[in-house]
């Protein structure tokens, strides 16, 4: 009976089915850890494969040992069913930018934010539905988070969704 809390872990990212030529095995393992209080939380990745495939610098050095710091706050407005959503993240990608590089490849890192709101249905035949809104965005290099059809990842964008967990 605490308003403390943690969680430890790890997730794999699996993406099946054969690759293109050029692309590489994006298949990511990491170990996390979190510790929060009430409605704030801090949470660790850790990555123990390159990350996501990447290796971003001349030299090719594996980018095992990524980083990623999540700082999330979801604050319930009393029992009004409304919360607000906060978060924080940085991305510290391993071995990314070695000085000799930086005005090549530069920092593939980044800081990304979102601001948001959600309210949960309390009763009825539609109970526990989720409808939310919010807004996100990084200051992540475009260079590096553009598909290979092109398509700019790196935008800012507006989220508006419907969510149910059963």
Do not use: C, Q
Request: net charge negative.
């Amino acid at each position: 009976d605490t308003d403390f809390f943690f969680d430890v872990g790890g997730i794999y990212y699996y993406y099946p089915g054969k690759r293109n030529p050029g692309v590489v095995n994006a298949d990511t393992f990491e170990l996390y850890g979190a510790i929060g209080w009430k409605w704030v939380s801090l949470k660790m990745s850790y990555s123990l494969d390159d990350y996501f495939g990447a290796r971003p610098n001349a030299n090719g050095d594996k980018t095992d040992g990524t980083i990623y710091w999540d700082l999330t706050a979801n604050y319930p407005i009393g029992d009004s069913g409304f919360t607000l959503t906060g978060h924080v993240g940085h991305l510290d990608v391993d071995n990314d930018g070695h000085d000799a590089d930086l005005a090549t490849f530069g920092k593939v890192g980044y800081t990304d934010w979102k601001v948001g709101v959600s309210y949960v249905v309390p009763d009825g035949w539609v109970k526990g539905l989720e409808l939310g809104a919010y807004y996100t965005d990084n200051d992540a290099k475009k260079r590096f988070y553009t598909d290979l059809t092109g398509y700019d990842t790196t935008k800012a964008r507006g989220v508006v969704y419907v969510k149910k967990t059963f």
